[in-house]
């Protein structure tokens, strides 16, 4: 795209007054960056999965009080994470997570156990053990 083509559109990030680096290519056809204030689609899209994320936590959340998850399940979805990336953080085996999913489980895991998932999710133990919705 040449460089007088990088989108203006109004986006998330112009609220921020940020802006994001962009490709084009200048007068001779050389490339060089430029920076763009937004582009609609990419703002309808990053909206979308922003919304997507929102209601994925607000489910969790339900779960945990309704005692059919863990707090484990909110805070990984609270946090924008999936399950390879929490065993990443907390150096565990994804079925182990799994099992931490459960609320009988989940209220026999040592203090070892839920500092690495506190950390992990930047909370503490307490915030974590108890989580009240």
């Known amino acids: 795209m040449k460089e007088s083509e990088v989108p203006q559109d109004k986006s998330n990030i112009e609220s921020l007054n940020m802006r994001e680096l962009c490709y084009a290519t200048d007068e001779k056809g050389n490339y060089t960056t430029a920076l763009s204030s937004g582009w609609e689609p990419k703002t309808i899209a990053l909206n979308n999965a922003l ?32 399950i390879g990336i929490l065993a990443g953080y907390v150096g565990m085996w994804q079925w182990r997570i799994k099992r931490h999913f459960k609320p009988k489980v989940f209220a026999g895991l040592s203090d070892k156990v839920l500092q690495k998932y506190a950390t992990a999710f930047l909370i503490t133990i307490d915030e974590f053990k108890n989580f009240k919705g």
Request: glycine residues 4%; proline residues 3%; hydrophobic residues 40%.
């Open 51 to 82: 919304e997507d994320i929102k209601e994925r936590t607000e489910e969790a959340r339900q779960q945990v009080i309704n005692g059919v998850a863990s707090p484990v399940v909110y805070f990984m979805e609270l946090s924008k994470m999936d």
